[in-house]
């Protein structure tokens, strides 16, 4: 198995984690300038002005029934291939915590997070990295398309 | 949608910035012509002469409680066969040449809002908006308002 680093794990709300593919970040942005977007969905509620372009900033915590970021202090510019013609384009993720680069090989594969419905329509796969199931996210299915997706366990308000 | 974006006038308010079709605009007129200037401002309120609805929106598009007492204008808009007003900072034309009209990224696109595009002006981003959904939406806050009562 190839041990050189592949992959970026980050948090992006406390306790949950996600991860892309290392060839997949552009650049952590600190304090990023955010625009809200009038009538946008929760979870891609504002436009991010990175290096004078204006790209979709998404929050993964709303799309799985967790609360957004009280305040949007790193965002991880990352770089995708829309389909289906293969245009290079760019999105932002929020962040809670610096990320950092693991090495992720076939055999730490499993199945993705079951605490919401959401994973299989925006990741491709999910390993396992110590108790916790890590989804790795496909970003064209997350930019490309408006989701309509909502925590199928997670509800703060909900009583057990 | 790469499309020039000349023809719009800029309107503000609550910190966003709207593009407007200027066939849409009606007229400009300033906060003084309201009536009812009182503390019992509402939301909806008539222009002297030539009667019409004003309202105020937020940032999100959402029709507020009260009449933005702080705006300094009302655009009267024309969206189909409705007139109506909205308080507004400022209105202005595009302070850049040949601008380009940008689409929402797809997920960021809702079917039902007036908002389908932008412009960017350096770290400003104004919205494009389709009168006639505006309307659309105001008259849906309304009905949702009468609802409640």
């Known amino acids: 198995m190839n041990t050189r680093n592949n992959a970026v794990l980050f948090e992006f709300t406390s306790g949950h984690h996600a991860a892309i593919g290392l060839h997949e970040v552009a650049e952590l942005v600190l304090s990023p300038k955010l625009i809200p977007v009038p009538?946008?969905?929760?979870?891609?509620?504002?436009?991010?002005?990175?290096?004078?372009?204006?790209?979709?900033?998404?929050?993964?915590?709303?799309?799985?029934?967790?609360?957004?970021?009280?305040?949007?202090?790193?965002?991880?510019?990352?770089?995708?291939?829309?389909?289906?013609?293969?245009?290079?384009?760019?999105?932002?993720?929020?962040?809670?915590?610096?990320?950092?680069?693991?090495?992720?090989?076939?055999?730490?594969?499993?199945?993705?997070?079951?605490?919401?419905?959401?994973w299989p329509s925006i990741a491709h796969s999910c390993f396992q990295l110590v108790d916790e199931n890590v989804p790795i996210l496909n970003l064209d299915a997350l930019f490309e398309q408006r989701l309509e997706l909502f925590s199928r366990l997670k509800n703060p308000n909900r009583h057990p | 949608m790469n499309a020039a974006a000349a023809g719009y006038a800029l309107i503000c308010f609550d910190g966003l910035d709207l593009l407007i079709d200027q066939h849409a605009i009606v007229s400009l007129e300033n906060m003084i012509v309201l009536q009812g200037k009182n503390d019992e401002v509402k939301a909806s309120e008539v222009i002297a002469g030539d009667a019409c609805e004003v309202h105020s929106l937020t940032a999100q598009l959402?029709?507020?409680?009260?009449?933005?007492?702080?705006?300094?204008?009302?655009?009267?808009?024309?969206?189909?066969e409705h007139r109506f007003g909205i308080t507004v900072d400022s209105v202005q034309s595009l302070p850049i040449q040949d601008p380009k009209l940008h689409a929402l990224p797809a997920c960021m696109s809702i079917s039902e809002s007036p908002i389908k595009a932008y412009v960017q002006v350096k770290e400003r981003i104004a919205f494009c908006c389709d009168v006639s959904t505006l309307w659309c939406r105001i008259k849906s806050s309304e009905s949702r308002h009468e609802y409640k009562e």
């Open chain 1, 39 to 118: 009538l946008a969905p929760d979870y891609c509620h504002s436009l991010c002005i990175w290096q004078d372009h204006a790209i979709p900033f998404v929050e993964l915590a709303p799309l799985i029934g967790q609360r957004s970021l009280d305040k949007i202090q790193l965002a991880l510019v990352v770089t995708y291939f829309a389909r289906p013609n293969g245009e290079q384009r760019w999105g932002a993720l929020g962040l809670s915590a610096y990320f950092r680069t693991v090495s992720v090989g076939d055999d730490a594969a499993c199945l993705l997070p079951q605490d919401s419905s959401a």
């Open chain 2, 62 to 80: 959402v029709v507020a409680d009260k009449i933005d007492t702080r705006c300094r204008y009302i655009v009267v808009l024309q969206a189909d």
